[in-house]
Antibody, heavy 119, light 110 residues
Framework: QVQLVESGGGLVKPGGSLRLSCAAS????????MSWIRQAPGKGLEWVSY????????YYADSVKGRFTISRDNAKNSLYLQMNSLRAEDTAVYYC????????????WGQGTLVTVSS | SYVLTQPPSVSVAPGQTARITCGGN??????VHWYQQKPGQAPVLVVY???DRPSGIPERFSGSNSGNTATLTISRVEAGDEADYYC?????????????FGTGTKVTVL
């Protein structure tokens, strides 16, 4: 069955860095576009970044552009999010999500990893 | 930027029909996806491309999209349908495409 498992979350000080990983299994990873989506405590869903199946197309939300970098390794069935210059407002559960439709739905989601930015 | 507006809450009795709206400028020209999120869990796709259901999603969940409003309809509501629901579109209208999520609607089963 499809499985997405995020890791790498934790407590980090403002200005610090963190690298999230998402391990995929149960589907042909290289056929799927991937996204990172976050949810601050008690808040709604906020899209963070998108990467196409080949990795050739990448988009970021304005709130993270220039600070976060998305990447993928199709040989390792893995997705990454390098987060630099972290701010308190980046505190959230970070989900990775996978999709294959032409209208870019997020078909499968991981369980999320919590990132807390605090001094 | 493109904005999707949902009512904060909808209450419905068991067995009745819940309708959750998602308002956006000319949203009828976009494909709308809907996600269900239960407390402490990850979101689950329940409707994609306005009105299609992924495998395993009950037929009680249906969607429509026209003009400036998309709607998720839950028929014969059950206690297990109590959750937050989010609409989502891909906005490619600018040179900076992005995912947009609605503000979310909490469905309470009375």
């Amino acid at each position: 069955q499809v499985q997405l498992v995020e890791s790498g979350g934790g407590l980090v000080k403002p200005g610090g860095s963190l690298r999230l990983s998402c391990a995929a299994s149960g589907f042909t990873f290289s056929d799927y576009y991937m996204s990172w989506i976050r949810q601050a405590p008690g808040k709604g869903l906020e899209w963070v970044s998108y990467i196409s199946s080949s990795g050739s197309t990448i988009y970021y939300a304005d709130s993270v552009k220039g600070r976060f970098t998305i990447s993928r390794d199709n040989a390792k069935n893995s997705l990454y999010l390098q987060m630099n210059s972290l701010r308190a407002e980046d505190t959230a559960v970070y989900y990775c999500a996978a999709g294959s439709g032409s209208s870019l739905s997020n078909d499968y989601w991981g369980q999320g990893t919590l990132v807390t930015v605090s001094s | 930027s493109y904005v999707l507006t949902q009512p904060p809450s909808v209450s419905v009795a068991p067995g009745q029909t819940a309708r959750i709206t998602c308002g956006g400028n000319n949203i009828g020209s976009k494909s709308v996806h809907w996600y269900q999120q239960k407390p402490g869990q990850a979101p689950v796709l329940v409707v994609y491309d306005d009105s299609d259901r992924p495998s395993g999603i009950p037929e009680r969940f249906s969607g429509s999209n026209s003009g400036n409003t998309a709607t998720l309809t839950i028929s014969r509501v059950e206690a297990g349908d109590e959750a937050d629901y989010y609409c989502q579109v891909w906005d490619s209208s600018s040179d900076h495409p992005l995912y947009v999520f609605g503000t979310g609607t909490k469905v309470t089963v009375l």
